[in-house]
């Protein structure tokens, strides 16, 4: 298992009775489009465990925003087989913009006789969950979904208290459940009248008032709860917004690019 903290440090542990080879890869991944981004890639050598650790410095670790991104923290061995696979969340699941990721899942059986969960999602969803009546236990849960989804095994107990496997499956078939972080997410508080210009900007001379912003009706809503804003001015390349007083309103000018979010249009000129 590999993690990272504060200030870019990281590790990988060894509980295993064996000595581990392999590698360590540190990704981020967008919650916008799933687009994955390799940070980092370093060997892994450690001897036995229980408690064997190798440390590392992950200095980009301070760039990734939690509310638009994940980091995971992926373990291959010597063959490049996966053998560990850990999120590492720096935001609240509250925080971050997640998509409607509408996640499904619909039992499966597969040739062998077991028991298949096929989850499906449109976009990334965050802490999967998975529960049914059936008796056993899914050999994952609470997991990073990335589109179009992944299938998941689940171990029945045996011998099966529904008195057959076949009972036991229908009962899982029937009870299936899968849920997510967006299904429970707040509906955006709608954005308050603005009117947009585009490529306008104010007082340009002035460095004062920036703020964040992703979209335009973020920035907006920005301004409206400032009671010295009259306009905010949008760039989404770099998702500032700048916040203008009405002693800037008169020094309107044209930008490239810019979009300005007015509140009262009879402050321009």
Known sequence: MATCGDGGLCFVRNDAPTPFE????????????????????VPVSLPAGAGALQWMQFDELSTIDGTTHILEAVVTDSNGVQ??????????????????????VVAVQGEDGSFIADV?????????????????????NSFLLLPPG????????????????????QSFADSLRVEDVSAYAVAPTPAPPCKYMQDVDFDTSSHSGQ??????????????????????VFVEGDHSCWMKSAD??????TSKGRLACVRDSSLLV
């Open 150 to 169: 992944r299938r998941i095994k689940f171990n029945p107990v045996s011998p099966s208290p529904h008195g057959s496997m076949e009972a036991a499956f």
């Open 22 to 41: 392999g590698q360590l890869s540190l990704r981020s991944i967008a919650f916008a489009d799933a687009n994955i981004d390799v940070h980092l890639q």
């Open 83 to 104: 053998v560990s696979a850990n999120v590492v969340p720096f935001a609240i699941p509250f925080e971050m913009k997640l998509k409607d990721a509408k996640v499904s």
């Open 211 to 232: 703020t964040v912003a992703f979209t335009q009706e973020e920035c907006c809503t920005n301004c409206w709860n400032s009671d010295t804003c009259a306009a905010a």
């Open 248 to 253: 800037q309103m008169p020094k309107q000018v």
């Open 120 to 140: 499906k999602t449109e976009a990334v969803a965050m802490y999967v969950t998975l529960t049914a009546l059936a008796h056993g236990n899914f050999e994952d």
